[in-house]
């Protein structure tokens, strides 16, 4: 999902379950990963630009000779017609298949849930069978999205939730929004609310369990989904690993897309040339080609190679004779034409740079927090079609959500569905001003271009599990039913996981909030505990009332109201990101 030449380890992991899984071991984590809200940091410097999201398919293909022979020639013949900067050379088609060829050799296939797939519909199936007046249906969603378990439901209120602290002395929930300067955007956190993870332990072997007492609006008389989900859990953790492994940022440099030409000189003046050849590969490709003194990108033009006398002449003739539907493209037309500019190529062989770039963070034996969630879209013949999402993140600063996973756990009478994803990129560095030429061929950006790389898309078939970094925005695509005449859905289970090393507050810390589990406790407490406590002797109505007001609980009612604020919240979070982060443009002014 990367149009730019440059190749990293992807941070897309996907898995069909079908025996493909992508993890190993590594080393420890002591280090941060990037935020979505880490605004001006993140788009100038700290992430790695990641690879294309790969078909897992493609990898059994990869092992037949006559699929790959096929493949290279229909590669090259596809080339004949393509226009200049957007044709590829034989150099970057052998690249693109020998990097095939290693992320087929990255794979390991022992992976797969296969066998408690049935058992977690099942229980999933216990959740969805109550009567139409209890299904939670999601606000705004015209009825169609169905949530059985999500995280904006008693949700954390600063100000009104009680937090117990490692010393069991119970507190109001608080934000420390200081501490979250230090992190990243605090003006991205929220003052208010934040979604509730659980505390799940992780074994050498990769095993989790549950550590914390309960799921966040999961009721603990869904025995069965409370071992599930940590047994789903754990077919993740590999997959987080290779995430947080792609994005950490230590021992590699921190600088992304175009301004790695820029790190060649920074290195040379710390006085470390030999490390130059060590990254050189992970150059982008026309800073592979050649660089000014500076160790800047270089304009395709060399030093004196542009005939402006010929410019002229063609632009009084209005470029006449060069294609294009006006005289702009005429002009761009004429650009590529000229025998002077030097096009960027791959390298003649491929070094292993993916190979030598593979890291996989380590999980194991340690504590890691998610927010889990179960949700379903049902579509039906009177509501055919869902609308599809809009472009966010996961969560606020303060929930700090580095990661999704999502499984699709089951689908039905739906058409195709993708989910897209995209991220912001920082201004290439540009040769002088109005280098516009340059900038369209080398990076694609135009003056007053929306600094967003679109990453591609995933199509979500059911038994698919993905799991990508909260550096990208995502969206959900619109599908519809099939079968007009009968219903259709789609069911996931998802987790965000939280930055490893920052502890968030968790249901280790806060009690359930919900008036009726409180309600049902004190009621089997006076069933079983009859004449233990003067509690039991009061009137159901007032044991309620009581409940009703004790501190740290809400009713169904104050937590729907809370959702509703939290959603219009994230909506504004979302839209003021997209403007200010997402709607960022190329000035290309020398000012």
């Known amino acids: 999902m990367d149009s730019s030449p440059k190749r990293k380890i992807n941070p897309m992991v996907v898995h069909d379950f079908s025996g493909n899984s992508t993890g190993v071991t590594g080393d420890s984590l002591p280090f941060r990963y990037p935020h979505p809200f880490i605004v001006r940091n993140y788009a100038e410097h700290d992430e790695p630009p990641p690879n294309d999201i790969e078909d897992i398919k493609t990898q059994e293909k990869m092992k037949r000779p006559d699929v790959l022979a096929r493949w290279q020639e229909e590669a090259r013949s596809s080339q004949q017609n393509e226009r200049l900067d957007r044709k590829l050379t034989e150099n970057m088609i052998n690249y693109v298949f020998a990097e095939l060829e290693a992320y087929a050799k990255l794979a390991d296939p022992k992976s797969g849930i296969q066998d408690i797939v049935q058992a977690l519909m099942t229980a999933v199936a216990?959740?969805?069978?109550?009567?139409?007046?209890?299904?939670?249906?999601?606000?705004?969603?015209?009825?169609?999205?169905?949530?059985?378990?999500?995280?904006?439901?008693?949700?954390?209120?600063?100000?009104?939730?009680?937090?117990?602290?490692?010393?069991?002395?119970?507190?109001?929930?608080?934000?420390?929004?200081?501490?979250?300067?230090?992190?990243?955007?605090?003006?991205?956190?929220?003052?208010?609310?934040?979604?509730?993870?659980?505390?799940?332990?992780?074994?050498?072997?990769?095993?989790?369990?549950?550590?914390?007492?309960?799921?966040?609006?999961?009721?603990?008389?869904?025995?069965?989904?409370?071992?599930?989900?940590?047994?789903?859990?754990?077919?993740?953790?590999?997959?987080?690993?290779?995430v947080l492994g792609a994005i950490d940022k230590t021992d590699r440099p921190r600088t992304r897309g175009p301004f790695l030409g820029n790190h060649r000189a920074a290195i040379t003046s710390r006085g470390d040339p030999d490390k130059i050849q060590a990254i050189e590969e992970y150059l982008p490709l026309p800073g592979r080609?050649?660089?000014?003194?500076?160790?800047?990108?270089?304009?395709?033009?060399?030093?004196?190679?542009?005939?402006?006398?010929?410019?002229?002449?063609?632009?009084?003739?209005?470029?006449?004779?060069?294609?294009?539907?006006?005289?702009?493209?005429?002009?761009?037309?004429?650009?590529?034409?000229?025998?002077?500019?030097?096009?960027?190529?791959?390298?003649?062989?491929?070094?292993?740079?993916?190979?030598?770039?593979?890291?996989?963070?380590?999980?194991?034996?340690?504590?890691?927090?998610?927010?889990?969630?179960?949700?379903?879209?049902?579509?039906?013949?009177?509501?055919?079609?869902?609308?599809?999402?809009?472009?966010?993140?996961?969560?606020?600063?303060?929930?700090?959500?580095?990661?999704?996973?999502?499984?699709?756990?089951?689908?039905?009478?739906?058409?195709?569905?993708?989910?897209?994803?995209?991220?912001?990129?920082?201004?290439?560095?540009?040769?002088?001003?109005?280098?516009?030429?340059?900038?369209?061929?080398?990076?694609?950006?135009?003056?007053?271009?929306?600094?967003?790389?679109?990453?591609?898309?995933?199509?979500?078939?059911?038994?698919?599990?993905?799991?990508?970094?909260?550096?990208?925005?995502?969206?959900?695509?619109p599908f519809r039913l099939v079968d007009p005449t009968r219903p259709g859905h789609r069911k996931i289970l998802a987790f965000f996981l939280v930055e490893p090393n920052q502890r968030v507050p968790s249901t280790s810390d806060v009690a359930p909030q919900q008036v009726d589990w409180m309600l049902e406790f004190t009621h089997d407490s006076t069933v079983h505990g009859a004449g233990r406590t003067r509690f039991g002797t009061?009137?159901?109505?007032?044991?309620?009332?009581?409940?009703?007001?004790?501190?740290?609980?809400?009713?169904?009612?104050?937590a729907n109201r809370v959702r509703e604020e939290l959603m219009k919240e994230r909506s504004r979070n979302v839209q003021r990101y997209n403007k200010e982060v997402m709607g960022l443009t190329f000035n290309m002014c020398e000012h």
């Open 126 to 242: 216990r959740l969805e069978d109550v009567p139409e007046a209890q299904k939670d249906w999601h606000p705004g969603s015209n009825g169609q999205v169905l949530d059985l378990v999500h995280p904006s439901l008693y949700c954390l209120v600063y100000g009104r939730s009680l937090v117990r602290d490692a010393q069991g002395n119970v507190s109001v929930a608080t934000v420390d929004l200081q501490q979250l300067r230090s992190v990243g955007d605090a003006s991205f956190a929220s003052e208010r609310y934040a979604w509730l993870p659980s505390d799940f332990a992780v074994d050498e072997d990769g095993r989790v369990r549950l550590s914390s007492p309960y799921i966040n609006n999961l009721h603990k008389s869904n025995k069965e989904l409370y071992e599930i989900i940590p047994t789903v859990l754990s077919h993740f953790i590999p997959m987080f690993e290779r």
């Open 289 to 477: 080609i050649k660089s000014d003194e500076d160790g800047d990108l270089a304009c395709f033009w060399g030093e004196d190679d542009r005939d402006e006398d010929a410019e002229a002449a063609a632009e009084e003739n209005e470029f006449e004779g060069y294609p294009g539907g006006n005289e702009e493209e005429r002009r761009f037309a004429w650009v590529l034409s000229q025998p002077t500019i030097t096009l960027p190529d791959a390298p003649e062989v491929y070094g292993g740079a993916l190979e030598r770039d593979f890291r996989v963070a380590n999980l194991r034996g340690r504590t890691v927090q998610c927010i889990v969630k179960l949700a379903n879209i049902h579509l039906t013949p009177e509501k055919p079609e869902y609308p599809g999402g809009n472009w966010h993140v996961e969560g606020m600063i303060n929930e700090r959500i580095v990661a999704t996973g999502i499984y699709y756990l089951d689908s039905d009478n739906i058409s195709e569905s993708k989910l897209q994803f995209r991220t912001t990129v920082a201004e290439p560095f540009y040769h002088e001003q109005d280098d516009s030429d340059c900038m369209k061929v080398l990076y694609g950006q135009d003056r007053d271009c929306e600094l967003v790389q679109e990453r591609g898309a995933i199509t979500t078939s059911a038994g698919l599990a993905l799991a990508f970094p909260n550096i990208y925005q995502h969206c959900v695509s």
């Open 538 to 558: 009061l009137p159901v109505e007032l044991r309620k009332l009581i409940v009703e007001k004790t501190d740290g609980l809400m009713t169904a009612k104050e």
